[in-house]
């Protein structure tokens, strides 16, 4: 199982779940770090000076942050989906097909809604 550090803006819900699946996750919140405006940068040092994998929904700030640095344990980064239960299985899903994890980006897609 992975140890994961949660952003400020990655569903509890979803980390609660990720924990019973077994996985190590700290929380921003728990390691007492929540609305500090602490930037993505420093997000990531946390991490890794922890050994932790980033699990985001910042997708964008973060992909760009492991394009310029590749020395981490790891970033998820994630498309928000209503269904947590869902979401949290992709996330497990992608941490098992993608271990080991230092240095990986890997990006846990939504599915596409299907029309009735």
């Known amino acids: 199982m992975a140890r994961l550090y949660a952003d400020e803006q990655f569903p509890r819900e979803v980390s609660e ?10 929380t921003v919140q728990e390691a007492g770090n929540a609305n500090l405006g602490i930037p993505d940068e420093e997000v990531l040092a946390f991490a890794v000076s922890n050994n932790r994998v980033v699990v985001t929904l910042n997708r964008q700030d ?5 394009r310029a640095n590749t020395n981490h344990a790891g970033i998820i980064v994630c498309t928000n989906d209503t269904d947590r239960s869902r979401m949290a299985t992709r996330i497990n899903e992608a941490i098992t097909v993608a271990e080991p994890l230092p240095g990986k980006l890997i990006r846990v897609v939504r599915p596409a809604s299907r029309p009735e």
Do not use: Q
């Not at 019973?20 to 700290?26: E, T, Y």
């Open 17 to 26: 779940l990720l924990r019973a699946m077994g996985h190590d996750i700290l």
């Open 62 to 66: 973060f992909i760009r942050l492991h």
